[in-house]
């Protein structure tokens, strides 16, 4: 899992065949987020906020589940 500079975010995941996004929070919790492109996921990696870009772009767009971590 790349791990991305946030104060939030821990790491993320990106199953390309799948179209799931994968993020590890600081805490510890893991949520999968379906029917991302991979535009998304890219634009996640590069933001300057990643944080920030998952909390407008990504966050309760998607159908999400939780997942161990």
Same mark, same amino acid.
């Given at each position: 899992?790349? %791990? &991305?500079?946030?104060?939030?975010? *821990?790491? &993320?995941?990106? *199953? /390309?065949? +799948?179209? /799931? +996004?994968? &993020?590890t929070?600081?805490? $510890? %919790? #893991? =949520? #999968? =987020?379906?029917? &991302?492109?991979? %535009?998304?996921?890219?634009d996640?990696? #590069?933001?300057p906020?990643? $944080?920030?870009?998952?909390a407008?772009?990504?966050?309760?767009?998607?159908p999400?589940?939780?997942g161990?971590?």
């Open positions: 899992m790349p %791990a &991305v500079r946030s104060s939030n975010i *821990n790491s &993320v995941e990106y *199953n /390309e065949e +799948l179209r /799931e +996004l994968s &993020v929070f600081r805490s $510890g %919790a #893991t =949520y #999968t =987020y379906g029917g &991302v492109d991979e %535009a998304a996921y890219q996640l990696l #590069t933001n906020s990643p $944080g920030s870009y998952f407008r772009h990504i966050k309760d767009k998607y999400t589940r939780k161990t971590g």
